[in-house]
């Protein structure tokens, strides 16, 4: 047999998965109903991403090596010092990254289709192929031609509202909400942020997660998150990042105003049959740092890996054991990081007072060297005892002086 896989949502997470699938020769096709889409996303991309995706330099707008955290009274502190001088964070734009890396994989042999996915039928039994019915825009039309496709697998990376998810009945999860401004500054208030990236805390901007300022190619992407989904507040949370940013975004003109949902942990049923659900169908989000880019692309890669592997190279169908083989190995490579996150998220995110305690730990080298590390490298770099020790006592001194302690 020839294996035929539908991969739906080309985002990061959908066009890894599909560049794997077609290098290996298995006929891929890959779904995506807007080309030029441009997901509202800070875009900030680590360090190992880099390498191991091959990204060319053009792909990164900035090369971000200095970052300020500013706690809820202002106080700043700046992070960076640590960096060796090759390493950075990288800034992009969704656009360009997605349309490299959806652009590579159609090149490598993936079928590209835009086209809406709007139902997928389940076969009746577990050889049976799965049917997809989409609207094909190829003429051009927003309505676009109705048409059908068979596969035998099918990997559903679109996005938080994802279709795929609700075919398989995967289970809802909780989600944020992305808010973003593109602001183009004057050249000069420009230079300020060349390889600068800021995170503000407090409940004036976010009240359980960060408003963030990111340089990218000839503007800042300036925005907050939120699980508060409600237009008013969100309204006025962006408010509050545009006034504690007021001197530096003075003369900036608005060129694009972006909101999406970001889920806030995987969903429930994942798998079934021959689908599985990668990127943030999954949800591979992060929680505290709100990373979303560098684990969707992981995750679809290794999702594609799995495929390759247990179908021989596409001779033999995969079975659900075999896809859900990957997201065992998916939770025991970042099961950790994931709670240690959500960990953080709780104990900082959770009252102006544990704000100003996590802002005042950030000024610590030892806390920088490893934060840095863990993020960049996606490693968790074990800091020998005393170094722990000490982070461990700062992190409890900090929390004891802001009363960040009281419940």
């Known amino acids: 047999m020839t294996l035929k896989v539908a991969v739906v949502g080309s985002g990061p997470a959908g066009s890894s998965a599909a560049e794997v699938l077609a290098k290996a020769g298995i006929e891929t096709y890959l779904f995506e109903r807007k080309l030029d889409n441009a997901k509202p996303c800070g875009g900030a991309i680590p360090l190992c991403m880099v390498g191991e995706f091959d990204l060319p330099p053009e792909i990164i707008d900035r090369r971000v090596r200095k970052m300020k955290m ?68 190829a003429n051009g039309s927003v309505k ?36 973003q401004e593109r602001i183009r500054l004057p050249e000069a208030k420009m230079a300020y942020y060349e390889e600068l990236a800021e995170m503000y805390v407090g409940d004036d901007v976010s009240p359980d997660f960060y408003a963030w300022v990111f340089p990218k190619y000839d503007h800042v992407a300036v925005g907050t998150g939120t699980m508060k989904i409600n237009k008013a507040i969100i309204k006025n949370l962006q408010a509050g990042i ?23 942990h995987p969903r429930p049923r994942p798998i079934r049959g021959r689908v599985a659900l990668v990127g943030d169908a ?35 169908l995969p079975t659900e054991k075999d896809l859900k083989d990957f997201l065992k190995r998916w939770n025991k490579e970042y099961g950790a990081t994931y709670l240690v996150l959500d960990i953080l998220q709780r104990v900082f995110y959770r009252s102006d007072a544990t704000r100003e305690a996590f802002v005042e730990m950030c000024a610590d080298k030892d806390v920088q060297q490893m934060t840095f590390d863990s993020y960049l490298y996606k490693t968790v770099v074990p800091a020998n005892p005393l170094v722990q020790m000490k982070i461990t006592a700062k992190t409890i001194g900090s929390l004891i002086r802001g009363n960040a302690l009281a419940p």
């Open 70 to 137: 500013i706690s809820p009274s202002n106080i700043e502190v700046n992070i960076g010092s640590t960096l060796k001088d090759e390493e950075y964070i990288g800034m992009c734009r969704r656009e360009v990254l997605d349309g490299f890396l959806r652009d590579r994989a159609a090149k490598l042999g993936a079928n590209l289709i835009n086209g809406t996915v709007y139902q997928l039928d389940i076969p009746n039994s577990d050889k049976e192929p799965y049917t997809i019915h989409y609207a094909d825009h």
């Open 144 to 179: 676009g031609e109705m048409k059908t496709l068979k596969a035998d697998v099918v990997i559903g990376a679109d996005g938080a509202n994802s279709r795929i998810a609700k075919a398989i009945d995967a289970g809802d999860y909780n989600y944020a909400i992305a808010f």
């Open 242 to 264: 545009r006034a504690r940013a007021a001197k530096k975004l003075e003369g900036g003109e608005i060129i694009k105003v972006e909101a999406h949902p970001i889920p806030e």
């Open 282 to 316: 999954l949800g591979t989000v992060t929680k505290s740092s709100g990373e979303g880019i560098y684990f969707a692309a992981k995750s679809g890669r290794m999702c594609a890996e799995f495929i390759v592997e247990r179908s021989h190279n596409g001779q033999k």
